[in-house]
């Protein structure tokens, strides 16, 4: 008796999988994304980073490859002392000989004046260092260059963008999954129902998307006047389901009317069975797709609400909290801040980007 072979056709995830398995860009940006996940649980569990506070070095320490940056001078006098003289000057002669009498009088201010109590404070100043000694200053021990520098704390910049990259990818995955269900359930009702549901949900609609996005958060921000992740996380969710909820209900209104819905109706199924157990899976890639591309947007929004003073409260590092001290920085020539925080928000954002785009066609049934 010959057995029968029956060839199981592969369901839409497993096509979907071996697509993306034929892309290697797809594959290396997962691998990237993943990467960052796997930072962000070891960073949030306290495995990894948990000390990025110590101050570990001095302020602003250089990165190692650059090396520990000369001192500038302790006073004005060692200032002007430590430029060089210049031949061409009439009064070169003359101010020669003022700094060597400033250098052999005493403890003279920028202006050549003789302090009174210059030994008195010269002792206080040599107890105050020896009783630090004693106790452990606060500069003890640390280094004058760090892997990627420091921050003007003395805060090791590695430690602190894996720290920050936990709040903005928080934020960013949270305020998705927000975003992605607000639109996903009134898409439902709005395409399920039709009629004056649609509507009103219309609407509703119509008056989120006549307000620029940014201004919108902007307004949400001043509303709230408070700080937290939690506020980020309610404001970006809160403004950013009118995108998911167009395309689930066109999706919505397309397979209500399809076969296998009809069947569900003739058996007595209740509407939020038909909603939701019936054409829920078969859109749900959509709702996927949308909630990826609303990570990398809402990430970007943390960090600009974050560098506009809108974002995490004082004490809470994030990328965008990074990059706000960094500009003040950067004038002072301490670009390692900025570098940092800004590289790994391009790796994460063009990483997620590409693979958004890779699961898009993975998951479109027209691509063959």
Known sequence: MTAVVHNVSPGLWRL????????????????VVATFLLMLALSASGLIVADWEDEVGVNYAPPGFVGAMQAAPATPVQAAQALPDN?????????????????????????????PLADDLAQLRGRA????????????????????GGDKWGHDIIKKTIKGGETS??????????????????????????????????????????????????????????????????????????????????EYIKHKAREYV????????SHWRKMFTHIFPNVSHVALVQMSILVVGFIKAEVILSFLGFGVPVGVVSWGSMLNEAQNELILGRWWQLTAAAIAMALLVTAFSLFTDALRDALDPKVK
């Open 16 to 31: 979907a999988w071996l697509r993306l398995r034929a892309d290697r860009v797809a594959m290396v940006s997962l691998a």
């Open 129 to 148: 260092r020896a009783g630090d000694a004693a106790a452990g200053p606060a500069g003890a021990g640390r280094l004058a260059t760090l892997p990627f």
């Open 169 to 250: 990818i928080v934020v960013g995955l949270v305020a998705a999954l927000l975003a992605v269900s607000l639109g996903t359930l009134f898409g439902a009702l709005s395409g399920y129902f039709g009629g004056v549901v649609d509507d009103l949900f219309n609407w509703f609609y119509s008056i989120f998307t006549a307000i620029p996005s940014v201004l919108m958060i902007l307004a949400v921000a001043a509303v709230l006047q408070q700080k937290g992740v939690l506020t980020i996380v309610l404001i970006l969710g809160l403004t950013g389901w009118t995108g998911p909820y167009r395309l689930i209900r066109a």
């Open 87 to 115: 031949p061409f000057d009439p009064l070169a002669d003359d101010i020669r000989a003022l700094r060597a009498q400033l250098a052999g009088e005493g403890a003279p201010d920028m202006y050549g004046v003789i302090d």
């Open 262 to 269: 009809l069947a569900a109706d003739a058996i007595g199924a």
